[in-house]
């Protein structure tokens, strides 16, 4: 159930009613366009008044989003948009903190803000685009582009390990984790709701497609002949099953996870794992977010979603907690206590 320290809208509100009059200076074929849209779903779903929006950014294609939705924005600056958020949130927390950010804006210069965020598990939700490269700059590499790739900045290709997002939103301590992929706008709405839902910091990556300097970067598992066998749809209390005939499942053995094909060797659907995406322990969510092309599909959907105490109620108590116990009420009070003296 969606939080109800939030106040909620007295009238119904449609997609149009979050539609910015901007321009929407994205390139044709963008995948932003696809998750612009999705938001423009879900907030009226949400339910909140369009006064208690806020959408945050830093900067890059993605970081243009506040202005592209009609309800209250900051765009700030490179890597900081987490640390603005954070502010906006604690400041006011009967406000729905959004923020956008591409794997550049929050892996490397904001790197340090983005894992903190997570660690703190302030009431955010944050869209992360992942296109694995710099668009706005024009096609330098990305901490997340594969390795190998020839861009801007590596013309004999990047020799450098990339992050997996949901790696490292796990091992900053991360509550909530889900991934979607811009093709799919209704698994985006899903997923973006469940966020709303979800009481913490919630990281969504969504791997988005960029047309002109990362074209088809997703294409192992986004195109027609390849997405039902590399990717497989989570569902909280359902066996982890895929592939086009829906006879492939994910199995655990042991430590590990494997993919088994159901009917051969004994296996059953109960033998597939079902997956608990409210479980405390992370052991399993970590396996699932890493696995990845050739040997497992990715995992999209609700990976992680516990429930843990928030950075932002915390403060409020220890703001309750002070008024209750302090005997200073006002500026006199605080000037007048402890030792005071006259100067003649």
């Not at 904001?110 to 700059?137: C, E, P």
């Not at 698994?187 to 960029?210: P, Q, R, W, Y």
């Not at 970590?286 to 990715?298: E, G």
Request: negative net charge.
């Amino acid at each position: 159930m969606i939080q109800n320290t939030i106040e909620r809208t007295s009238v119904e509100l449609t997609k149009e009613d979050f539609v910015s009059d901007q321009m929407v200076k994205w390139c044709p074929g963008c995948g932003a366009h696809a998750i612009l849209s999705s938001i423009e779903k879900v907030f009226p779903k949400i339910g909140y008044r369009k006064e208690n929006f806020m959408l945050v950014s830093g900067i890059g294609c993605s970081s243009r989003f506040p202005y592209y939705v009609n309800t209250y924005g900051i765009h700030g600056i490179h890597g900081r948009a987490a640390a603005i958020a954070s502010g906006v949130k604690i400041a006011n927390p009967r406000l729905s903190v959004w923020m956008a950010t591409g794997d550049g804006d929050s892996m490397a210069i904001g790197g340090n803000h983005f894992i903190h965020i997570i660690r703190r598990n302030i009431d955010v939700n944050i869209l992360l685009f992942n296109n694995q490269i710099y668009g706005l700059t024009k096609g330098q590499y990305s901490p997340t582009t594969p390795m190998g790739s020839i861009t801007k900045t590596s013309p004999q290709g990047t020799i450098e390990h990339p992050f997996n997002p949901g790696e490292l939103v796990l091992g900053a301590q991360g509550t909530f984790f889900a991934r979607a992929v811009d093709n799919n706008p209704k698994l985006m709405v899903d997923v973006m709701f469940e966020a709303a839902k979800h009481d913490g910091t919630s990281i969504i990556e969504i791997l988005e497609n960029c047309v002109i300097f990362a074209d088809k970067t997703h294409a192992a598992i986004t195109s027609k002949d390849l997405r039902d066998d590399f990717q497989v749809h989570l569902k909280h209390g359902e066996p982890v099953i895929f592939g086009t005939k829906k006879d492939k499942g994910i199995r655990l053995n042991g430590t590990l996870l494997e993919v088994v094909k159901i009917g051969e060797n004994g296996i059953t659907e109960k033998d597939i794992l079902v997956h608990d995406q409210y479980s405390h322990d992370p052991g399993i969510h970590l396996m699932l977010a890493k696995m990845a092309p050739p040997h497992f599909p990715v995992a999209m959907g609700v990976i992680r979603s516990a429930m843990y105490p928030t950075y932002d109620d915390m403060v409020e108590d220890q703001i309750t907690m002070g008024k209750n116990n302090t005997k200073i009420r006002c500026v006199d009070d605080l000037l007048n206590s402890g030792e005071t003296w006259e100067i003649k």
